[in-house]
């Protein structure tokens, strides 16, 4: 490092306040979901370490997510212990002026007697990447693993599954904890952000910082031995997950009416109520049963479903209340299938969920990312017995025809 870049001796003389960044003012890593992710996963991976060293000192503890920090440590007072800063980026290895306000913050709030202890405080640095950290900054690189001071986001819940296995009761499953223990922070994380949209003139840190996650909360999902969740905590999940993973895409972009679509979209979503949101769910979902599990938050949540129904939604405009198409001759709906499996297969899966199903009776086509065109659902689920007469009025498909559409005919409007 050049003598340019070096921090001056002379103590910098600002508030807590004036050290914030634009991030921090705005949306914070909450408001971007992808920092979001890594910034939740190292926050209950430093958790879990602290029970596993010492659960009696830190039993009263909390985790506060982007009150001072991307995540902050608070004791039984409310005073920080350590506060944590979380970077996840593609190229870049140089946050020397991260490191200079982290500093800065550092004093103000000492100044203003909100650190544990000013002489012993640690600031954390955790990285997707290996970075230099010059001893001009108190800044301490995350020790991941031993030797090892970064971690890619791919890997870190590995090393969440190796502390859960740890500290969780012998019978319990281990990635049905560390889910368990996610969805704590998922659940935080989207309470404070809707709390956000309803008083706008509130910046978001400071309603972060009213806000906090006790340690108990952790400890008791450890020594529970089934995982549940709580109720309304599943459509809480669920409608995190799907916002996080079209903004995380999103972000990727360099088209704007793409990112405008999603942002469209994915407004919409956050207005939703509980039942709006799990009748959408379950039509963009609709060979899965929609159970409040961590089983089906797992299957319905995966990369390759939430990308199928990414690419349909920023290639063609939804109708931004309804979320569907309309179109002169059909009402159309997007949805998560794809080519994973034959379509006969799929239109099977289809078929014996039905009963789950109430939006093939407003809807004539299922919008895939397939090749393949299913004309008539309960056709291709090749139904050997046909329903009893008295009954027929369970059975959608018996009565309404519904079809599943391939990507290129929607794009070639073939049915329109």
């Keep these: 490092m050049g003598k340019e870049d070096k921090v001056s001796e002379k103590p910098v003389k600002?508030?807590?306040?004036?050290?914030?960044?634009?991030?921090?003012?705005?949306?914070?890593?909450?408001?971007?979901?992808?920092?979001?992710i890594y910034q939740g996963l190292c926050g209950i991976l430093v958790v879990l370490r602290m029970l596993k060293a010492d659960a009696t000192v830190c039993k009263d503890y909390s985790l506060q997510l982007d009150g001072y920090e991307d995540f902050s440590i608070l004791d039984d007072q409310g005073k920080i212990v350590s506060m944590h800063q979380c970077k996840s980026d593609k190229n870049r290895t140089n946050y020397d002026e991260e490191f200079k306000k982290m500093m800065a913050k550092v004093d103000g709030l000492g100044a203003q007697g909100k650190l544990q202890d000013l002489a012993t405080h640690k600031c954390y640095f955790h990285c997707n990447r290996q970075v230099t950290i010059s001893d001009d900054y108190k800044v301490v690189a995350y020790q991941f693993e031993q030797n090892k001071t970064y971690?890619?986001?791919?890997?870190?819940?590995?090393?969440?599954?190796?502390?859960?296995a740890i500290l969780k009761k012998a019978e319990a499953d281990t990635q049905a904890v560390r889910a368990a223990l996610e969805t704590i922070v998922n659940g935080e994380v989207l309470s404070t952000q809707q709390a956000y949209f309803d008083t706008p003139k509130t910046k978001l840190y400071e309603i972060a910082r009213?806000?906090?996650?006790?340690?108990?909360?952790?400890?008791?999902t450890l020594e529970k031995t089934i995982m549940s969740y709580a109720p309304g905590d599943f459509l809480l999940q669920m409608k995190q997950a799907y916002i996080l993973g079209m903004e995380v895409r999103a972000a990727e972009e360099e088209d704007e009416e793409i990112r405008k679509r999603i942002g469209l979209f994915t407004q919409r979503l956050r207005e939703l109520s509980d039942e709006e949101m799990r009748k959408f769910l379950q039509r963009v979902n609709p060979k899965d049963k929609l159970e409040d599990t961590h089983q089906c938050w797992h299957d319905i949540t995966t990369g390759e479903r939430l990308n199928?129904?990414?690419?349909?939604?920023?290639?063609?405009?939804?109708?931004?209340?309804?979320?569907?198409?309309?179109?002169?001759?059909?009402?159309?709906?997007?949805?998560?299938?794809?080519?994973?499996?034959?379509?006969?297969?799929?239109?099977?899966?289809?078929?014996?969920?039905?009963?789950?199903?109430?939006?093939?009776?407003?809807?004539?086509?299922?919008?895939?990312?397939?090749?393949?065109?299913?004309?008539?659902?309960?056709?291709?689920?090749?139904?050997?017995?046909?329903?009893?007469?008295?009954?027929?009025?369970?059975?959608?498909?018996?009565?309404?025809k519904v079809g599943i559409l391939t990507k290129k005919e929607k794009r070639d409007g073939t049915f329109d």
């Design 308 to 400: 199928y129904l990414y690419n349909l939604v920023t290639e063609f405009p939804l109708d931004t209340k309804a979320l569907h198409w309309e179109t002169a001759k059909s009402r159309q709906t997007p949805s998560t299938l794809g080519n994973d499996m034959g379509m006969d297969k799929v239109s099977k899966r289809i078929y014996e969920n039905q009963a789950n199903l109430d939006f093939p009776w407003i809807y004539d086509w299922i919008v895939g990312h397939v090749d393949e065109h299913v004309d008539n659902i309960e056709d291709a689920a090749h139904v050997i017995n046909k329903m009893e007469a008295e009954s027929e009025s369970k059975y959608i498909f018996h009565i309404k």
């Design 210 to 220: 009213r806000r906090k996650i006790p340690f108990a909360k952790f400890s008791e």
């Design 14 to 36: 600002v508030d807590a306040k004036s050290a914030i960044s634009h991030r921090e003012e705005t949306n914070s890593a909450i408001g971007s979901w992808s920092g979001y």
């Design 151 to 164: 971690c890619e986001p791919g890997n870190i819940q590995a090393l969440l599954d190796a502390e859960v």
